[in-house]
């Protein structure tokens, strides 16, 4: 297919000091996981990008120094020049593909937290850590300024011996020195560098003079700079400062990478914002400089992006999310399938992997991650290995992504649904406030599956044992295997993480589960709600149950509501945001039992308790797997084999409850090894230390 010449704008090649990128996508830096530990998992993953049509392809924040590390996550490293051969790994996979490769340079000063080198950090000036470590700073005296400049320097020179044609001078986010040098708020110099903004800016103005006169004859010298931190006067704004700082250097570097601080508000979930949510703060900057502009703000829509580059907004169009979520968005607005892209739902599953230093995974890209331990392409998948046919039972984030794979494989598949509406917990979450966006889970894998001729879909169709059995044999559907995706339910009696048994006197109250409030349950008088889950959920029906005016008491044994949220870099806002709708919250309590009209609340260290009224009670604990339809056709081997079905299993929630993503990738992993080859002992390849 041709590409619609409307997009043909985004496919202009733009020059960037000494070099040109073909087209406009700009996959910006993003943490990953796997950094300076898991190097060829990190070339596989941002080749697979530069083949998907983006034509800058950015590594992570890369460290320059052993002075500045936070280990034990796991970030980029250019120490010396043994990580020069792991980086050049990746340029290599990048060049392959005719796109530029860039590198983050950063030295996090005050925010390194150093747990590896026990180097003690720098900063300009002698401050505390910001995450309630034990731990502060040094001030840098004149030859640690000379000192740093010379490792950013040889950092840059590294780079470019590694391959890398754009080297950033990187001042965003809250935790680079850059950024600290720059900020009132931690810079109390009373030398040149500290002061008037003029001296604050100074070292910024010096490293990248540094990086040019070092690299500048061959690689473009990029910065990324955070235009507002949402500090107001105490820190840098749009308005003001961030403004200025860009005036005063705006024809200095070949490239300015624009955004907001901190990672939070720079990667913002759906449930807080919405595409383009950047453009106001860094709208400004292209009529400062003549240097090309990038900027993010989540974007997946090709006439979002024209009309960013017609309003003169930005040159090129920023994206880390929407790159994970679908590595081949600018090929697919190239071949005209602008319809297929694979849309981020905005839910940052892919930080919690740089959260929590393992590779990186996707809600809507199960191969994200896997491109070189399980060698998945998210465009190609092998063939069918026979004319077996597959029936998949449920059609929830799993059954669908499960589907589609195997039709992209080439297998007949009938995919079973009880309900009318496709999408399973992702349709009925969709409806809850701010997690509108995670519908595109549905949409993409529905829309995919419309044109597989291969699948046939049954809406509307509960399927039980017998007619599993019966129906294998039929002409028209006939199967070999049998998947059930048959998702899984909250629990009623409490039985969670604090609670191994049900929790006393439940009979008592009028009670609730998630499924009965998204099945839209009629609720009365005081809610209590009570989070055992602490994820997402206990807090999105906090918000909804007071914006229909309940007054609403959440409990949770957690220190904070929704904690595990944190690693989505959530919980801040989450727990702001129902403060601010007056949810009354009870972290750190357990719900220890119910009577009539009222809960027993205990303080999870003393177990004090205390009374609280309460007219409906909603448990927000475990889910149940629906594996009953697994049990009775698993109970019957000879059956199953006079049915002809030859494999049986389940996936997803049904499996193991979990994340909407983990069900996404046990759905195409159970694509993936229909009718494959037995399992090594390890399912992946590991990247195993070299003695
Ligand atoms: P997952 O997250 O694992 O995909 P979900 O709970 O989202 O699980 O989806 C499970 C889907 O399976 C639901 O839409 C449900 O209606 C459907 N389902 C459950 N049991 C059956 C069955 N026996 N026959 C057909 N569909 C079923
Ligand atoms: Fe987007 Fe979620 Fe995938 Fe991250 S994990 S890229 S936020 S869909």
Redesign the pocket.
Known sequence: MKRDPRYDILFEPVKIGPVTAKNRFFQVPHCNGMGYLRPNSLAEMRGIKAEGGWSVVCTEEVYIHSSSECDPMVEGRLWDDGDIPALAKMTEAVHKHGSLAGIELQHGGFCSTNHYSRIPPISPSAISNDDYVPLQARAMNKSDIREYRKWHRKAALRAKQAGFDLIYVYAAHAGTLLTHFLSRRFNKRTDEYGGSLENRVRLFREVIEDTKDAVGDTCAVAVRFAVDEFLGPQGITAENEGREIVEMLAELPDLWDVNISDWSRDSATSRFESEGYQESYISFVKSVTSKPVVGVGRYTSPDTMVSLIERGIMDMIGAARPSIADPFLPKKIEQGRADEIRECIGCNICVTGDELSVPIRCTQNPTMGEEWRRGWHPERIAARKSDDGVLV????????ECALALGQRGYRVIL????AE?????SRESRLPGLSEWGRVRDYRVHMLEKLEEVSIYRG????AEEIFEFSAADQFGYSHVIL????NWRRDGMGRMHREPIPGLEKIPLFTPDDIMDGAVLKGKVVIYDDDHYYMGGVLAEKLRQEGHEVLLVTPAADISTWTHHTLEQKNIQKNLLELGVELAPQTDLAAVHSGMVELACVFTDKRTERACDSLILVTERIP?DE?FTALEEDPTRLTDAGIKTLSC????LAPGT?AA?VY??HLAARELESEPQEEVPFLRERIQL
């Open positions: 039972v449920g059609g929830g984030p799993s059954g669908l079973a649904e009880t309900l496709l999408g399973g917990r992702v169709n509960p399927l039980n995706a048959t998702g899984a629906n339809l996936i997803g929630d049904c909407i069900a046990s759905g």
